[in-house]
């Protein structure tokens, strides 16, 4: 995103209100509805789930990492992605009357334990 658009952000500055915050939210409750959102993937009951998302002039843009467990016997993966994806979706929302040109790029697995296919890292 431009370097003007992140400040905005950051300073909290965009009409539409606290782009960090509601990304944050949305992020979160988008993956309590990942089985309504993508075929095939069953409803799992998360333990716990969560978001850092932070600024980094050095893109400049932000970036968000995203986690989730559950105690059932299958990984949440997606989950985790689809918290990140729709938190993405929310800042380019939020801040495109600022930058239209903003690019949402590089999500991907970094790890994942448990499930079926065990553990996994990048």
Known sequence: MSADALVAIERNA???????????IAGIMAAKKTADLIPLCHPLPLTDLGLDIEIDHSLPGI???GWASTHGRTGVEMEAMTAVVVALLTV????KALD??????GIRLVEKSGGKSGDWKR
């Not at 965009?14 to 944050?24: L, P, S």
């Not at 380019?92 to 801040?95: E, V």
């Open 92 to 95: 380019y929302d939020m801040a």
């Open 63 to 65: 970036r968000v990492r």
């Open 100 to 105: 239209k040109g903003m690019e949402i790029s």
């Open 14 to 24: 965009v009409a539409k209100g606290d782009v960090m915050a509601t990304a944050r």
